[in-house]
């Protein structure tokens, strides 16, 4: 294949794939759903300090929405592939002792909201949030609806993830009759080889009726999730996979690329290394799927994220509203975020938060009536300029240096003089552009966005930790 302009969703957001500088700058960095990034969280950070931030929110009159997130680690085997913090178990006594304490943590948050917040954005993520039985799904939904008010159907934005194989009509039914109006379904890949070799098997005929009925229950919105870079994957064998999703027509994919770390992700142990396709391969692979993507009308949104043009997705983009959080890309820019379970992250105000990554410590601590919160940060005035230049550049592909400077106290210039020289090789080879007050990511480097956000990443400039920890940029 060569270098091809391809224009997806409409020409101001066209990717030029240029695989000779793709190859040259592909290198590890964040993905930066969140800045500063995780890693970053410091364990001093605790519960008093969530409960100042919530009181800093009513004191000044805040009335931002809430957006909830709900982790449910269990699934009932192990994908090898899979870095999620989880429990692979089948005892379903296990989910029921969980949902004791999410409910014992749904409590303790609520009592520090007035009940005039509104929840316009919940997601649930795992692990496997399918793995639950509709009774226990039940259950969960009813102490979420007792301890927070939702905003109608029509203007909230309310998602779960779905493995096809743990879904049947009921289940979906009784999914869509709680409130859901989104979902996400994981698919990875349809060659029965690759799903062999990553301990998923999930015959297409199963996915395709799981979407088919999740359109016909009235969801208002189906998400496919893909990785490229898999064991025997190569660029014609992931031609079908991309062919058969796009004819199913769901109104977003996510194109993921498999971060191969096996000394982090002990399932990952289990891939054999020889199978996976070479760096050169996973970046013909991802050309690929862009060009089938634009030819079938899909919008590039950034990184790995596609959508229909009419999908809330893409119109927020276009009209400015598109923000990145902990779950990727999303329309609720302003909603500050309340993470629930166990390791769930949530940002409020200036602060961020997470919850004790495993299970007896998070049930210790609600056993102790506290907030399981164990570690977080506060924001400091540069994070706060440096996360507003990170995000419009990961969600617009552009900076507007004075709308900065009039959020915050700084002479842009002046302020990110050693960032502007760093950014000299960018502009060189055509990947950004600096025209007066604006800074603009071209179609050639918007595969490479995630790099150009690294150079305004004051924590990478102090080396600890090293770039290795995190995937490839492409």
Not at 17 to 42: E, I, K, V
Not at 149 to 163: H, M, R, W
Not at 455 to 474: E, I, N
Request: charged fraction near 20%.
């Amino acid at each position: 294949m060569t270098p091809t302009l391809i224009a997806v969703g409409s020409p101001s957001l066209a990717v030029d794939f240029d695989l000779a500088t793709l190859q040259r700058l592909s290198t590890n960095g964040p993905r930066y759903t969140s800045y500063p990034t995780a890693d970053r969280f410091a364990s001093d950070f605790t519960e008093k300090d969530y409960i100042l931030a919530t009181r800093e929110r009513r004191e000044r009159g805040l009335r931002a929405p809430l957006s909830l997130y709900i982790h449910i680690p269990f699934c009932e085997s192990v994908c090898y592939y899979c870095a999620c913090n989880k429990v692979v178990t089948k005892d379903r006594r296990k989910a029921n002792h969980y949902l004791n304490y999410l409910e014992q943590e749904i409590a303790l948050h609520a009592r520090h909201y007035d009940g005039q917040d509104i929840v316009s954005q919940l997601h649930w993520g795992g692990g496997t949030p399918t793995y639950l039985e509709p009774a226990q799904l039940h259950r969960l939904m009813q102490s979420l609806r007792e301890s927070f008010q939702f905003a109608s159907d029509e203007l909230g934005e309310y998602s779960i993830e779905i493995d096809p194989r743990t879904v049947n009509a009921s289940t979906l039914s009784a999914l869509r009759s709680m409130g859901f109006n989104r979902v996400s379904l994981g698919v990875q890949d349809i060659d029965p080889k690759v799903q062999q070799a990553i301990n998923r098997i999930q015959p297409i005929a199963q996915t395709l009726d799981v979407m088919g009925m999740v359109q016909r229950l009235g969801f208002r919105s189906t998400s496919i999730d893909l990785i490229y870079g898999l064991p025997h994957q190569s660029v014609s064998s992931f031609r079908q996979t991309i062919d058969t999703i796009i004819a199913a027509r769901p109104s977003r994919i996510a194109l993921y690329h498999y971060a191969h770390l096996p000394s982090r992700f002990k399932p990952q142990r289990r891939i054999d290394e020889l199978a996976l396709p070479s760096s050169a391969e996973k970046l013909l692979i991802l050309q690929l799927a862009i060009e089938q993507l634009a030819a079938a009308g899909y919008a590039y949104i950034g990184m790995d994220h596609f959508a229909l043009p009419t999908d809330e997705l893409a119109i927020a983009q276009r009209q400015g509203r598109l923000h990145r959080n902990f779950q990727g890309y999303s329309t609720h820019a302003q909603a500050d975020l309340i993470g629930i379970g166990v390791s769930a992250i949530g940002a409020m105000g200036r602060s961020y938060l997470q919850n004790a990554r495993d299970l007896e410590t998070y049930y210790a601590l609600l056993d102790n009536k506290q907030l399981p919160i164990q570690r977080g940060l506060h924001m400091t005035m540069d994070d706060r300029i440096r996360r507003t230049v990170i995000q419009s550049l990961m969600c617009h592909f552009e900076l507007c240096k004075s709308a900065v400077e009039e959020i915050y106290p700084i002479d842009f210039d002046a302020y990110f003089q050693s960032e502007l020289i760093a950014l000299k090789p960018f502009i060189a080879d055509g990947l950004i552009q600096h025209e007066g007050d604006w800074l603009s990511v071209t179609p050639k480097g918007r595969l490479v966005v995630r790099n150009v956000a690294m150079v305004f990443d004051a924590y990478l400039r102090q080396g600890q930790p090293t770039l290795a920890q995190y995937s490839q940029t492409v």
